[in-house]
């Protein structure tokens, strides 16, 4: 099994400009998460999506800040416009979900380490 | 939210038993201990997870206490490779989301 898979792992950009971080999630896994990681707050949950559909995104940040899952297999968290305070490492992990069962495991991707200039 | 409490920082030497406590004094009847390990700049690594008994895998042990008002995950013989940020969270029930807290640096020195 591949693993979680993100890409880009680098993202370098300009102040305005649109982001996009992909992610895909374990084959067989229903529930998808992206969580920022930074120095000063550590690892925050911004949104989690079961079978496809979000389930829960109050730790969106704001506005600027979107993600969607069009199928199983593919996963986006978009900036737009990007802001310096955006910088951050992004990770998605994603976990089999059964109902409320007490063996569901996150796994994690190696991230994407974001740099807005 | 993340309803634990860990020291920010430990030292351990290579080959000795490392002993991680973690303090979820508020924890609920239904809500499970899990433990994660984050080597530097990789993705969080599942170490292990409880209710109330004593749980153990080819990783690490977890030792909850009766109570259920603290844990402490162990190492068994701890190598340099184990250094790493070690989260003890605790599961909400009602949602499937993993709080992450500060965790604890666990430095391994030969």
């Known amino acids: 099994d591949a693993g979680v898979i993100q890409s880009p792992r680098h993202e370098v950009t300009e102040m305005g400009q649109e982001v996009t971080l992909r992610c895909k999630p374990i084959?067989?896994?229903?529930?998808l998460f992206w969580y920022r990681q930074t120095m000063m707050r550590g690892l925050e949950l911004l949104i989690y999506?079961?079978?496809?559909?979000?389930?829960?995104d109050s730790g969106m940040p704001e506005d600027r800040f979107s993600a969607k899952m069009p199928n199983a297999s593919f996963s986006t968290l978009k900036i737009q416009p990007s802001e310096p305070r955006d910088s951050a490492v992004y990770f998605c992990?994603?976990?089999?979900?059964?109902?409320?069962?007490?063996?569901?495991?996150?796994?994690f991707g190696s991230g994407t380490q974001l740099s807005v200039l | 939210d993340a309803k634990t409490t860990q020291p920010p920082s430990m030292d351990c030497a290579e080959g000795r038993a490392a002993n991680l406590p973690c303090n979820h004094s508020?924890?609920?009847?239904?809500?499970?201990v899990y433990w994660y390990r984050q080597i530097h700049s990789q993705g969080p690594q599942y170490i292990i997870h409880?209710?109330?008994n004593n749980e153990t895998n080819e990783m690490a042990s977890l030792i909850i206490t009766e109570d259920r008002k603290s844990s402490t995950l162990i190492l068994p013989h701890a190598t340099l490779r184990d250094t790493a940020v070690y989260y003890c969270?605790?599961?909400?029930?009602?949602?499937?989301?993993?709080?992450f807290g500060s965790g604890t640096k666990l430095n391994v020195k030969p």
């Open positions: 992990a994603s976990s089999l979900t059964r109902g409320q069962g007490p063996n569901e495991k996150l796994f």
């Open positions: 084959s067989g896994h229903n529930s």
């Open positions: 999506f079961n079978n496809n559909v979000p389930i829960d």
């Open positions: 508020t924890i609920s009847g239904n809500e499970y």
């Open positions: 409880g209710l109330k």
């Open positions: 969270i605790v599961r909400v029930y009602n949602f499937n989301k993993f709080y």
